[in-house]
């Protein structure tokens, strides 16, 4: 797995990322010592028109931990800001 966002609480983005035609690439929240806090939250976003717009959301309150991205598009990940630490990893 490759680490898109490293955990942390402070807002931050990831690296631009890719999903082309029939790719899917898996996005999994990740916290410490495994653990995931129901404060941790980040936000998958999709580039259109030069500006990035939100499309889903991984967070621990909900138990939505993972996404699979198989829709084609430049995408990335968002922690705006988050009560616990957390990131995201990748995997295709």
Do not use: N, W
Not at 12 to 19: A, H, I, K, N, Q
Not at 34 to 39: E, P, Q
Request: charged share 20%; hydrophobic share 45%.
């Amino acid at each position: 797995m490759a680490t898109l966002l490293e955990i942390a609480t402070e807002p931050d983005v990831s690296d631009e990322f890719t999903v082309a035609g029939t790719d899917i690439v898996t996005l999994v929240l990740t916290g410490t010592d495994g653990g995931i806090d129901v404060r941790a939250a980040v936000e998958i976003q999709i580039k259109a028109d030069g500006e990035f717009y939100p499309v889903a959301h991984l967070d621990g309150a909900s138990g939505q931990r993972a996404l699979a991205v198989h829709a084609p598009g430049v995408y990335r990940v968002a922690r705006t800001s988050s009560g616990a630490p957390c990131g995201v990893v990748s995997a295709t």
